[in-house]
């Protein structure tokens, strides 16, 4: 089995109540590349600039993730500056620098094009096809979206909703892009447009599935320290999509147990700032969780 | 096994984006004891005025609902009109009037006094003393509470809740008791307070319940046409203690299925306006909403 990811690799400034830290890793790509190392051995497909650190770079390649697809370019590397309020929900982005990634066009190396599992992250929807065109045999393509491409390519999001196996969003996403404000009729509507399968990551409270014959749903792992919220969504999937990858079963019973792992993956996330909890966590972290879950939710 | 409950009878007028139904049945003690009944044959103590239908109390009895503590007083019901936004979770108060509500005195009939579970359901807490000190015998007492007690008699509240084993809050309430923004943290410090068990109500996000040496969490029944939401959270504690005087066993197996009980009852209620989808639905269809849900959760 083989899982490919494609986003952003990032330097991101972020406060939050509980403290600043300035131009540490970030990036869609490197959570997602993070989260499913603990499953899989991911490619990443990405581009940094020189400024970007080649000690973190091998840190990557530690976790057995594939770095083939990353390009090192001219210039800056991608850079987030965002702030969290005491509620971590609410949060302001106080500056996006996209240096190398303003006309980054994904290539993907030959040895990624055979890939099981595609998983195009936040990308804006008009670059899909480019990607697709490149895939040879892949068996389910995932993508995520943010606010953006639903406010600015709403007609170029949906027919690239149309054309994946599983969609990410979350609550207010979904809400937004199925125009319905019930969460379950929107779940089931965007589920009717094309996808598999509809992973509505609704944060603090949890995830929903909205496959063809069946929903499924599920509580957030309890976290009393939220830390810093960043990635959790993009650790949810990759931790989702680097399950799967391991199964190589994409039934109903695998993606529901996706989903819990992609609960827990996350929840490993906001403890901490940035990718430090996916850094310090190991695979029995991660079933140790996973059980502690299961006792919770058992009923 | 026996349950009291004493809580308001009353009439509503609703108003939602589905409709409006005016001076239509309701009350907190109405929909507990409705809810309860699936599972127990519960005492209402609670008190209406001469306008209140006699053929809505025989209703009541059918469902072998005890009434030996229903007082019929010289005046009118108490009333409540309410609205309901496009968001089922934002509503506002229209008009309240006490009516025969205001000087109430709760008496125990001889044959209620002994009790195992009695459920003082959104009461002024500074009246509760007046109730325990009427029992004899009672294993557990549950208490449910509302923003208006919590804003203007904090400390009565605080105290209430200390003499209490089961505390029911939404999570707003949760977080204005406990003064504690995380949810997971006011949950375990409300705990900490004297009641065994805390459980938090967060509508269309589940519940979840706080108990000495555990915590679980369930998702909501997912629910595509939310019609009313009023007394959804009255008739989850209901159906809770309802389900826990059935069985006997006061321990933390029933009270996750006891939770998830109340999940399925209160999903019942918000799909049709007042009690009618109470009064619609029998056992059977508990059971049934019951093991549906279950395949819903599970992983």
């Known amino acids: 089995m083989s899982l490919v990811i494609i986003g952003s690799v990032a330097f991101d400034t972020i406060e939050t109540p509980f403290g ?16 499913a190392s603990f499953f899989t051995r ?9 400024d970007f650190p080649r000690r973190f770079l091998d840190r990557l390649r530690s976790r057995k993730i594939d770095l083939a697809g990353l390009k090192i370019k001219q210039g800056k590397t991608f850079y987030w500056h965002g702030r969290y309020d005491q509620d971590p929900n609410l949060r302001t982005t106080i500056k ?16 990624f094009r055979k890939a099981d599992l595609v998983f195009l992250s936040n990308l804006d929807p008009e670059s899909h096809d480019f990607i697709l065109d490149q895939l040879t045999g892949t068996r ?10 639903i406010e600015n390519k709403p007609e170029a ?4 909703i149309q054309k994946v196996d599983i969609l990410f969003v979350n609550d207010e996403e979904c809400r937004l892009i199925a125009r319905e404000l019930n969460l379950v009729r929107a779940g089931r509507k965007l589920q009717a447009a094309g996808p598999k399968v509809i992973v509505v990551k609704k944060g603090e ?3 929903m599935l909205f496959g063809k014959n069946f929903v499924f749903g599920v509580v957030a792992n ?11 969504g993009d650790a949810f999937a990759g931790a989702f999509l680097g399950y799967l990858d391991s199964t190589g079963r994409f039934n109903q019973r695998e993606l529901r147990k996706a989903a819990v792992y992609g609960n827990v993956v996350a929840s490993l996330v906001i403890e901490d700032f940035g990718v430090d909890g996916l850094l310090r966590a190991s695979q029995l972290d991660i079933i ?7 006792k919770l939710c058992a009923f």
């Not at 140790?288 to 299961?294: A, I, K, L, M, P």
Request: glycine share 10%; aromatic share 8%.
């Open 140 to 149: 389910l393509v995932a993508m995520d979206t943010i606010r953006y491409w």
């Open 20 to 35: 600043r830290r300035d131009r540490i890793i970030g990036g869609s790509g490197t959570y997602a590349a993070l989260a």
């Open 288 to 294: 140790n969780r996973y059980q502690q879950f299961r």
């Open 157 to 160: 999001l949906l027919r690239a």
């Open 96 to 111: 996006t620098e996209l240096n190398v990634l303003q006309d980054f066009k994904p290539v993907l190396p030959e040895s």
């Open 205 to 207: 409270h949890g995830a």
């Open 42 to 50: 991911p490619g990443l497909v990405s581009v940094v600039g020189r």
């Open 222 to 232: 309890p976290c009393e320290r939220v830390v810093d919220p960043t990635g959790a």
